[in-house]
């Protein structure tokens, strides 16, 4: 019962209703792990209340205090690390590894938002008029929604919450019906570095609600949650996106990925096979940064293929809590067989499948064996995201083919190149190359750093999350002029003499 001591760490253990209420099923055996009381739809517009109430006391706490709460945020979610880690591991099912690392995402996050709790720089901006001044600030927007997924339940909450709090606004975090329980974990570690911050926090500034679409829906129409950030599927993106627009909101959208590799003849093929490996398998290519499309030198391509034969033919598959696993399961039934479809129709279209079959890995739990499907061309369901790790193989005869095909596809979230050839490799960064927010060099799509700013264009939305300057989504931007001496010029030089 090694899932309890866990849950009661933060304070999950006790006994929830058993009828109603969200249930909470470990992929790893399909074990029931609690079921968690949903938030009445019609607590929303109060949750709403209470959070613009938040944000006109945060607002006025300065930014630097505002930091020290997210300093206190990291503090406590490196003491709690291995729990929310390991929570992470039994409700979606990823490797241990990969648990931690979710969470060390968080930590880093945290650590750049304190840094950044210093620095949200404006501009002095030179005025043409004499005796004036402009300068650009940036101001608290608001309260943030937040909705996030199964794949990573706890980090990419953390990326907006971290960031809105600095930036001066409340949060309030609508987490994938899949992971209720990583949701609530992370709100008590919250709560925890609340508890030690002081009195100048207000009450509601991080609040979570469990439930389905529908409470989604009431941040995405109210008026009241001025930014918007939405992570999952291109399908919710084009929901989302349109509705928050209506009402003036400004959504950040971080939606599908469809994320290719080409791999060059001059590539070092043994580095190219691991970077290969770790993001079409890793977390059973359930992230959005995983790798879909395989686009090879066709003058390699029996070599690579070859090599990734024998890797996957290796590869362990089954409970990820085990230290020998590098696959986990897919989150639920759904997925397998939305995985099998998608096998499927690519048979149809031609392609060779290698793999890709549902395992009883841990009875009750949902297991496939990674796939290799050798595609003749760039098909319609090579174009379409399906969360599983099933990777398309295709060849290029010139390196600007292999570019319009890395760019052929709707999504526009992760991509790379595996060259030692100095013009391929700046050629694909350019203007001219890969056309999506991540653009990599000998490294995989997947496992980007905090200090970038995460998103991509097209289908993937256009949202940019986490470093760089990703905080000014969370912020709203003001003008000033200030006139100084005692006359009165217009700009432009206008004249207008009353
Ligand atoms: C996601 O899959 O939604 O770049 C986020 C990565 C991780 C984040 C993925 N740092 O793979």
């Given at each position: ?16 209703p ?12 399909g074990i ?19 959070s ?180 999952g ?8 996106g ?19 590799m ?47 034969k ?31 479809a ?18 009883e890995?841990?009875s ?16 319609r ?15 290029y005869s ?6 319009d ?29 890969s ?6 060099v ?10 970038g ?12 999350e ?33």
């Open positions: 019962m090694q899932h309890l001591a866990i849950l009661k760490s933060f304070d999950l253990a006790t006994p929830v058993t009828e109603g209420g969200f249930p909470s099923r470990s992929p790893i055996d029931e792990l609690a079921r968690v009381p949903g938030t009445p739809l019609s607590e929303m517009p109060k949750m709403i209340a209470r613009r109430k938040a944000f006109q006391a945060w607002r006025r706490v300065p930014a630097p205090r505002r930091g020290e709460l997210v300093r206190l945020l990291g503090e406590e979610l490196r003491r709690a690390k291995a729990d929310l880690g390991g929570l992470v591991t039994l409700e979606v099912g990823k490797i241990v590894s990969e648990g931690l690392g979710e969470v060390q995402e968080m930590i880093d996050i945290c650590d750049f938002a304190v840094g950044l709790s210093r620095q949200l720089y404006g501009l002095t901006i030179a005025s043409e008029r004499p005796g004036h001044a402009m300068r650009e600030t940036w101001h608290p927007i608001g309260p943030c929604g937040v909705i996030t997924a199964f794949n990573f339940p706890v980090a990419v909450w953390s990326w907006n919450a971290a960031l809105a709090l600095v930036c001066g606004n409340p949060v309030i975090w609508k987490p994938s019906e899949k992971t209720p329980l990583t949701a609530l974990a992370c709100q008590e570690i919250f709560n925890r570095a609340l508890a030690r911050f002081g009195d100048d926090a207000p009450a509601d500034l991080v609040q979570v609600v469990i439930g389905g679409a529908e409470l989604g829906e009431s941040l995405v129409d109210s008026k009241d949650v001025p930014v918007l950030s939405a992570t599927s291109t399908r919710m993106g084009a929901i989302v349109p509705r928050v627009m209506a009402r003036w909101g400004r959504p950040i959208l971080e939606l599908g990925g469809n994320n290719a080409i791999v060059a003849p001059s590539a070092d093929l043994d580095m190219a096979v691991r970077a290969i490996v770790f993001s079409a398998v890793g977390t059973a290519g359930q992230r959005c940064t995983s790798l879909r499309r395989l686009i090879v030198h066709r003058d390699i391509k029996e070599a690579l293929l070859a090599k990734l024998s890797a996957y033919a290796s590869l362990p598959v089954g409970d990820p809590r085990e230290a020998s696993t590098l696959v986990g399961p897919l989150i639920d039934a759904d997925a397998l067989a939305a995985m099998q998608a096998l499927d129709a690519a048979r149809s279209e031609g392609g060779t499948v290698y793999g890709g079959e549902v395992l890995a841990v009750g739990g949902t297991y496939a064996a990674p796939a290799l499907v050798d595609m003749p061309a760039q098909t369901t090579v174009e379409a995201e399906t969360f599983a790790p099933i990777l398309y193989v295709m060849t010139d390196f600007a083919e292999a570019i095909m890395q760019n052929a596809v709707p999504q526009g979230l992760s991509s790379c190149v595996f060259t030692l050839n100095l013009r391929e490799a700046e050629l694909f960064i350019s203007a001219e190359g056309d999506c927010g991540l653009a990599n000998n490294i995989g799509p997947s496992g980007a750093e905090i200090g700013a995460f998103g991509g264009e097209k289908e993937t939305g256009g949202g940019r986490s470093g760089s300057d990703a905080w000014k989504g969370y912020m709203r931007r003001q003008t000033s002029t200030v006139n100084y001496s005692d006359a009165l010029p217009l700009a432009q030089g206008v004249r207008f003499d009353v």
